[in-house]
């Protein structure tokens, strides 16, 4: 089949996925998992980047999610004066103080090479630090622990803090690419994840930046509040003449809002995405990936090659991380598991197709659609199954309780399924 047919024909399977769950479940549903999908595929779109383009296995993906959202508490969030009169200045010179003993450390060794010198400034900078930081910290963490106990951010418009999180997310990746990113795949990709749990470590532990495990809630939106749509007589006359009650208006409206402007990011993030592997850039990117020696040979700067893909792909990955904690409303560090924020994100760009940026968005929608759907209709199809089996069986309650593990089977099954019969994914590079 023609490649171009396959595409289209691919996607339109998608979007009549979503739209049969408009049809025969909800609208609000349907929505739900639309909003989510253009999300992961915006994710997707960045591990491909990183791993479809220039061969980067980077595992640290749910790091670099997590600091989209962080920057969405750090941007949007009014700030909390009565936290900022009690320790903020002093906090924000610890972390000056932190990034001057690393640096100064790093110049040491490069220059020196004395790694007794080195541990000493290390050790002394440590102390100083928390002699710095540890009377701000919990002068801060202790104005009103149940509200706030945090220093907020700068109350700026939440749009903004999506290309924040793309530059959050980009300054890690710098500074962990200066330092992994000389190493062989497979070290490379166990130095991501464990650098991605640091970072989820720290917000989980860090109150006064992020709140920690108390969660930072009520979050700005870029669209109107339902309440506030359902007071409005224009909209529920509006609502009313469509055949629907102000309630069920109100939540469609919104999550179309949210639609539109996600959709609208990944087209742009699409179509520069295809302007980059259709440039002399993305073909010395993929010379890179294929042979790397060769590359090598013909004077091409790897390392700072990868260094910069590594750093463009996480930005799209800190960008779609803001996005999604602005749809959820809230910052919920614990919710950060690599099941959902590496694993689910690889196989979207393994069966969407790598190397194929609308493989990987295709991957990213429908990988979705079935993590959402499986376990619903996976609950239908075993009731149906044990329906002649007798009530309080062993086997019907054995087979009843495994539903919750469809999903994992259902990715498991899917990912085999495509391994066999279409190994570079339902959209080869071309």
């Excluded at 106990?149 to 700068?154: D, I, Q, R, T, V």
């Excluded at 994840?193 to 495990?213: D, P, Y």
């Amino acid at each position: 089949m023609n490649q171009s047919l396959k595409t289209v024909l691919l996607f339109a399977l998608v979007a009549g996925l979503i739209l049969f769950t408009g049809f025969y479940q909800s609208w609000n549903t349907a929505l739900v998992i639309l909003n989510m999908g253009l999300v992961s595929a915006i994710m997707a779109l960045g591990v491909n980047l990183q791993w479809g383009i220039a061969g980067l296995f980077n595992v640290g993906v749910m790091g670099f999610v997590a600091l989209g959202g962080l920057a969405v508490v750090l941007t949007s969030v009014s700030p909390v004066p009565e936290a900022w009169a009690a320790g903020g200045p002093r906090a924000l010179l610890a972390l000056v103080v932190g990034t001057a003993v690393i640096a100064v450390s790093a110049m040491l060794w490069k220059r020196s090479r004395k790694g007794w010198l080195v541990a000493l400034v290390l050790i002394a900078g440590f102390f100083l630090y928390r002699w710095v930081r540890d009377d701000a910290v919990n002068a801060i963490e202790a104005v009103n622990p149940a509200g706030t106990g945090f220093l907020g951010g700068l109350g700026l418009p939440v749009v903004l803090a999506w290309p924040m999180g793309g530059l959050l997310a980009a300054g890690a990746a710098w500074v962990i690419g200066k330092t992994a990113l000389g190493l062989r795949s497979d070290y490379l990709a166990i130095a991501t994840l464990g650098i991605s749990e640091i970072i989820i470590a720290i917000m989980k532990n860090e109150e006064w930046l992020s709140r920690g495990v108390k969660n930072v809630n009520g979050l700005p939106r870029p669209v109107p509040y339902e309440t506030d749509l359902q007071a409005d007589p224009a909209f529920v006359e509006q609502a009313a003449g469509l055949g629907l009650d102000p309630a069920t208006a109100s939540t469609i409206y919104v999550k179309l809002g949210y639609s539109l402007m996600f959709a609208a990011v990944l087209v742009v993030l699409l179509v520069l995405a295809q302007l980059a592997l259709k440039s002399p850039w993305g073909r010395m990117m993929r010379a890179i990936r294929d042979n790397e020696v060769s590359a090598r040979a013909m004077g091409k700067d790897v390392t700072y090659r990868h260094l910069q893909v590594f750093v463009l792909g996480s930005a799209i990955c800190g960008i779609a991380g803001a996005m999604m904690t602005t749809l959820d409303g809230q910052l919920t560090p614990t919710t950060y598991q690599p099941l959902r924020y590496t694993f689910l994100i690889w196989v979207m760009v393994i069966v969407g197709g790598s190397g194929n940026n609308l493989g990987a968005v295709l991957g990213g929608m429908l990988i979705w659609f079935f993590w959402v759907q499986v376990e619903p209709l996976g609950q239908s199809l075993m009731s149906l199954l044990t329906a002649g089996m007798a009530d309080g069986s062993w086997l019907k309650a054995h087979l009843l309780d495994s539903v919750q593990h469809m999903r994992l089977l259902t990715m498991g099954v899917i990912l085999l399924l495509v391994l066999r019969f279409s190994p570079r994914g339902l959209l080869p590079e071309r």
